[in-house]
């Protein structure tokens, strides 16, 4: 009988472990094919009156920071110069994990290229994927984005392609320092310019959740100089640690542009604009979470305050706007989930604060619940409302009246994985997703 068990334990062990060691590089051996997610993206725009004047870009290194949420075994990152009107050179660029301020892991840092060149120049207009690398990539681990842009980007009078309000520590240096560990005499930036998205690849497929919307998905909490940066406390983040916490797995992107409105492109294009591009072209897309009119109501009125002419939005037009998001992440397979305007009653801005602006706040709420055009409904107004004073959130969940601070923006997380956590597939190998059949070398539904 010990002789039986034995030989058991040794065929087992001869059985599992060439699998176990194939199984991190699956797709090199023709097991499986490899599935691309997006675990980091960012939707872009160009400068306006209202924001602070442009970092000064001209024979410099670029080392930008991101924040991941799911994990993978090789990686390819996304550039743009979408906005742009001349082309934009990339001469170097590099990836690694961070060790800490500007510093790399050394180990870790590989070199970028495109269809086999070390260069590219995009086009105006254009996005460029980069050659997908080997790079074991923890979850929620920091990838550090190191680009040298040898010409005078700020003297070139092409619009600049960044994400404003970045809420993260980048970095500029003088010459290329894209191969340093350590960056010379670098400044700081808290946006990120020329970046779209970084993929990750395993061998099974993840879902992939992209939130769309304005500043409170964006992860705005108040002005400069009491911003949280280098936080990651914006609602999509606390998700993804949500989700790996629950025993899911799925990766989480942001897409939001703080100013964003439904129904106009003041602060970045409208989403009905930008949709395809910002989150129809994301690696594996498979929910959408859409947030955002709070701005379509009270925006109008501020800028009309300020002495700029913008007639109201009607809560009618607004729902019109949602309906239109709705039906065109359907038409492409996405499962779409509303969230439902958030309280801003004690906010000091004109337009968000009044009767009118509750109202419409209302009647958008109310379809959003009951409408039935939504898949999944998020009740992030009924989660932030103060039980006293329903137009307000609760004070200890928001930093200025209108934004949620970081609890705030937990407890958005946290409603929002009680609602969708149920259909996230449980780690990597689980759920509805497809995953290829390692034996037979079919699909199967797992």
């Known amino acids: 009988m010990k002789n039986k068990n034995k030989f058991r334990t040794v065929l087992t062990l001869a059985l599992f472990l060439p699998l176990s060691a194939l199984a991190g590089n699956c797709w090199k051996e023709n097991l499986v094919t490899k599935h691309w997610t997006a675990t980091w993206a960012t939707a872009n725009r160009t400068v306006t009156a209202f924001d602070a004047p442009l970092d000064t870009i001209n024979n410099a290194t670029l080392r930008q920071i991101v924040r991941t949420s799911e994990a993978g075994e090789m990686l390819r990152v996304s550039f743009t110069n979408e906005f742009g009107t001349t082309p934009l050179m990339i001469k170097e660029t590099h990836v690694a994990l961070r060790r800490a301020g500007s510093s790399i892991v050394k180990s870790s840092s590989n070199q970028l290229t495109f269809s086999g060149a070390k260069s590219i120049s995009i086009q105006p207009g254009a996005r460029v994927v980069s050659d997908a690398i080997d790079m074991n990539v923890p979850h929620h681990s920091e990838v550090v984005i190191s680009t040298y842009l040898p010409e005078d980007i700020t003297g070139s009078g092409s619009p600049v392609t960044y994400h404003v309000r970045a809420l993260q520590t980048n970095y500029l240096a003088a010459g290329n320092q894209a191969a340093a560990v350590d960056l010379d005499s670098a400044a700081t930036s808290t946006a990120w310019h020329f970046l779209t998205s970084v993929d990750v690849a395993n061998c099974w497929a993840i879902p992939v959740i992209a939130t769309l919307g304005d500043s409170i998905t964006d992860g705005d909490q108040m002005a400069a100089p009491n911003e949280p940066i280098d936080t990651n406390a914006r609602y999509p983040d606390l998700l993804s640690e949500a989700i790996l916490a629950g025993g899911k797995t799925a990766g989480v992107i942001n897409l939001g542009i703080s100013g964003n409105q439904v129904l106009s492109s003041f602060l970045g294009e409208n989403p009905a604009a930008r949709l395809a591009r910002d989150v129809l072209t994301q690696a594996g897309v498979t929910h959408l979470i859409y947030l955002e009119g709070i701005n379509d109501i009270g925006l109008p009125v501020l800028l009309s305050a300020l002495g700029i002419a913008t007639p109201v939005n009607s809560a009618e037009a607004i729902i019109k706007g949602h309906k239109q998001i709705i039906s065109a992440a359907k038409a492409a397979g996405l499962l779409v989930i509303g969230g439902t305007l958030t309280p801003s009653g004690n906010s000091a801005l004109p337009g968000y604060i009044d009767a009118i602006a509750e109202s419409k706040r209302q009647t958008i709420n109310a379809w ?79």
Do not use: C, W
């Open 368 to 446: 959003i619940r009951d409408g039935g055009a939504y898949d999944i409904v998020i009740d992030f107004d009924a989660a932030l409302a103060d039980p006293k004073n329903p137009a307000a959130m609760s004070a200890d969940l928001t930093a200025d009246g209108l934004h949620p601070n970081a609890a705030g923006y937990q407890v958005m997380a946290d409603t929002a994985f009680a609602k969708i956590g149920g259909i996230l597939p449980t780690k990597e190998h689980e759920g509805k997703y497809p995953r290829q059949n390692n034996n037979r070398g079919r699909t199967t539904k797992l």
